[in-house]
């Protein structure tokens, strides 16, 4: 009897979701249809509703299925509006101020969500921002395992002085270069999460045409919750064994525990060692205490011992009987200590190790038996069977909504539900967090646009993207390393094969210091540049010229760029072209002696009698100063083949892999 009540319930529920008919989340009022295409509309209603839609004259009618589900497709029809957009069912829904013109969807991380509020000349953009034409949809945070149906509610707002400052900078920008150059409206849907993969917008079916991918394995939208709610409940568990009544701005005195005096006897028992995400500190990134209590012989204390350490991320300090060991800052190497023995005393020594995770993942990186103390004749103590207690000492955050746990769930919840609304293109600004992944970025972007255009069904859209500024230390080369950027940078250029394709060259627009630079202007601006050549008959300039062909000539690399409207140009006071490297067959770069003339560079260097390659702003934050006429820099670039740092390095972040799929408490 309770099993068909429950039926009845179910029925009566559904019934009452559907009786009156429904749009998805994104038809608003204030919303901009796309011109000069079918348009779309869709929704849920009673099994069996004729379902009415009328919009500018239009008039088209539908009956809802048996799952509730109803869609007519409208004539195309060119820019403009106002106009109402009515849909009749067994109620009446009347959408007001509806434009057509044209709708970008603009997606991607940090840099895309970045607000124009935050950007360069902010306090003068936004006073004038009066556009009611331009509009913004924000598809609000959200995750999903399954592909959802429809995004959290939002709104369409017009952009005014009021309301600028919350739409994307680099989006603002772009359509407003739009629609001053077309005088048509401009729509841009934004769906972008700060601090997020390219994997989680990929559809899993997409994913598993990568080879790294073939075994991953999908959840359920409960499996999803559980795991959430687990780990919320593990943290929830070290609030009050610790005392910590919030994690908001959290952060303890910390100073007296490196002291072997002082009293850890409430510090929270752990195994050791760990990778915070696969062990005790999943989502965590803050400041953490491990300490120990380790009895030494009093012989082999008097002689000094070796402390041996696998590798630990980010940031850590070592203390023995509080005295400081080391400290190390972003390193990947295994690590050993030459400890004095007068920081020693025979019998029991305490050991506190600081550490400091600033971003994902973080801890105890190596296997637990490269994490030991030796002496000599063999003396070893293992410190993975030493006692261990843990305390956190401030919290930068604990991301419980973290959307980068499982591949495809920001697909799921954030592309899918608006993959029938009709749009013009994407603007795609995302990489950072892909960065230790690069080479595999080459393979997963083409993979993600023709997927995009397989999901939407409508054609082959432009796909514009940003390649990465310049960012982190200045102008290191090939052969210091730290080029992971450029890696990146590579991989945009390499995409640059797919069909209708373009990108967006800011190699002169970042911060050294700062992962988000606040030159939004340019960005959008160069992106709807190559939008008004290719697509609205509105010939610019909108790139620097390419490499055509490299040769080599008495001991001389000589690089020719294809010939354009806009010449190169050395920018420097005193024209010296810089961020050129050349190497022999030792694989060796060195900077080389530049000299622009005309379309051509010429490249030397005495300790390069045969060179074979060239690189051309080839680090993460590179000095390169080639730009055309129109003040668009070169894109960086290289000739050779040689294995790159990121190769065979695989993405790895997901439940029951990188993450446990239950976290117990220690």
């Known amino acids: 009897m309770k099993k068909h009540l429950i039926l009845f319930i179910l029925f009566v529920f559904q019934f009452e979701l559907f009786a009156n008919v429904q749009l998805p989340k994104i038809f608003t009022d204030h919303a901009v249809l796309q011109r000069n295409v079918p348009i779309n509309v869709w929704g849920w209603a009673d099994r069996g509703e004729k379902v009415v839609v009328m919009l500018n004259k239009q008039k088209q009618t539908t009956i809802a299925d048996n799952t509730g589900k109803w869609q007519v497709k409208l004539n195309a029809m060119p820019a403009g509006g106002p106009y109402e957009l009515t849909v009749k069912g067994k109620n009446i829904l009347v959408l007001k101020d509806i434009l057509l013109g044209e709708v970008w969807l603009c997606s991607g991380q940090s840099n895309m969500a970045f607000t124009l509020n935050g950007s360069q000349k902010a306090h003068d953009e936004i006073p004038t921002a009066n556009y009611p034409a331009i509009r913004q949809f924000k598809i609000k945070e959200k995750t999903a395992a399954e592909p959802a149906e429809d995004v959290l509610a939002s709104e369409w707002k017009i952009c005014s002085p009021e309301t600028a400052g919350e739409f994307s900078g680099v989006a603002y920008y772009f359509a407003k270069s739009l629609h001053t150059e077309l005088n048509v409206p401009i729509g841009i849907i934004n769906s972008s999460w700060g601090g997020t993969y390219i994997e989680g917008w ?9 080879p790294d991918y073939v075994q991953l394995s999908e959840l359920t939208n409960s499996q999803l919750e559980k795991w959430y709610a687990n780990v919320g409940n593990l943290f929830s568990y070290y609030k009050q064994q610790l005392g910590i009544k919030s994690f908001d701005n959290y952060k303890n005195d910390d100073a007296q525990w490196r002291s072997p005096a002082y009293d850890d006897s409430k510090w929270i028992a752990v195994p050791f060692p760990g990778n915070f995400d696969k062990t005790i500190l999943p989502l965590f990134d803050g400041t953490v205490w491990f300490r120990t209590t380790v009895d030494i012989d009093s012989q082999v204390a008097s002689k000094g011992l070796t402390l041996r350490l696998g590798k630990i991320k980010d940031e850590y300090e070592i203390y023995i009987n509080g005295e400081k060991i080391n400290r190390e800052i972003n390193t990947d190497r295994v690590m050993q200590y030459e400890i004095d023995p007068q920081k020693l005393v025979a019998g029991k020594n305490v050991m506190a190790i600081k550490i400091i995770n600033y971003w994902e993942a973080g801890g105890f990186m190596s296997r637990a038996n490269d994490y030991f103390i030796e002496g000599r004749n063999g003396y070893k103590i293992q410190l993975a069977e030493q006692s261990w207690k843990m305390n956190l000492a401030s919290v930068i955050r604990v991301w419980l909504n973290n959307p980068n746990v499982q591949p495809s769930i920001l697909f799921n919840a954030m592309i899918n539900p608006i993959k029938k609304y009709a749009i013009k293109g994407v603007v795609w600004y995302q990489g950072e967090n892909n960065e230790n992944y690069a080479f595999q970025y080459r393979n997963l972007l083409p993979i993600m646009i023709a997927d995009w255009r397989t999901q939407f069904k409508q054609g082959d859209f432009p796909f514009y993207f940003v390649q990465l500024p310049n960012y982190k230390k200045f102008n290191q080369n090939s052969q210091s390393g730290e080029a992971t950027w450029a890696e990146m940078r590579e991989s945009f250029s390499k995409s640059l094969s797919v069909t209708n394709t373009g990108m967006a060259v800011t190699i002169d627009l970042g911060d050294s210091t700062n992962i988000h630079p606040k030159n939004k202007e340019d960005v959008g601006k160069r992106i709807s540049l190559i939008a008004l050549n290719n697509l609205y008959n509105k010939p610019t300039i909108y790139s620097c010229s390419e490499v055509e062909l490299v040769t080599k000539s008495a001991g001389k690399m000589i690089v020719t760029f294809k010939k354009t409207a806009s010449p190169l140009i050395v920018k420097d006071l005193y024209g010296y072209l810089k961020g050129f490297e050349i190497a ?83």
């Open 202 to 210: 990929m559809s899993h079916s997409s994913l598993l045409k990568h």
């Open 584 to 666: 022999g067959n030792d694989q060796h770069f060195y900077y080389a002696k530049a000299t622009l003339a005309g379309n051509q560079v010429m490249l030397e260097n005495d300790k390069v009698s045969d060179p074979v390659a060239v690189r051309y702003s080839w680090s993460n934050n590179p000095d390169g100063n080639l730009f055309n006429s129109f003040g668009l820099p070169a894109s960086p670039f290289r000739t050779d083949s040689w294995k790159l740092t990121t190769e065979g390095a695989k993405f790895d972040s997901w439940i029951g892999n990188r993450y446990k799929s239950e976290y117990k408490r220690p």
